[in-house]
């Protein structure tokens, strides 16, 4: 598997990023989604990878956290959130809404299957 251009930036701009030979490792799929969430903002103009490398840096150093493990992409998480924050992408109750809908797709689907946003409504 080969990185793209925006990719292969992350990757050099932030270089504790969980990676092997083929690029950014991820343990779970929530994590390779807030990667590529990170990437599409990027590719977007929303932000220089400067800035992400900054924001990701400032807070593991805020958290005093270990770079890598899961631990990581928590960081990550916290980090794009509020970079898009500052921004002026999202706010905090926006984030909040999203991320309760998120919780109530992910308590009504069945295990195995894909959280799909509005399920919850469906079962309701």
């Known amino acids: 598997m080969s990185v793209s251009k925006s990719e292969q930036a992350a990757l050099d701009a932030v270089p504790s990023i969980p990676r092997n ?13 807030a990667f590529a969430m990170t990437i599409a903002l990027y590719d ?6 400067p800035e992400w490398a900054e924001a990701l840096s400032d ?21 794009l959130e509020q970079l898009s924050s500052a921004k002026g992408l999202t706010n905090g109750p926006e984030l909040a ?3 309760d809908a998120w919780d ?8 195995g ?12």
């Open 44 to 49: 977007a103009g929303r932000f220089t990878w």
């Open 97 to 99: 809404a999203r991320k």
């Open 104 to 111: 109530r797709a992910a308590h009504a689907t069945p295990h």
């Open 21 to 33: 030979d083929d690029g950014p490792v991820f343990v779970e799929p929530w994590q390779a989604q």
């Open 113 to 124: 299957e894909p959280i799909v946003l509005g399920a919850e409504l469906a079962s309701d």
């Open 59 to 79: 807070q593991l150093r805020q958290a005093g956290a270990e770079q890598q493990g899961e631990d990581y992409y928590r960081h990550w998480l916290s980090a």
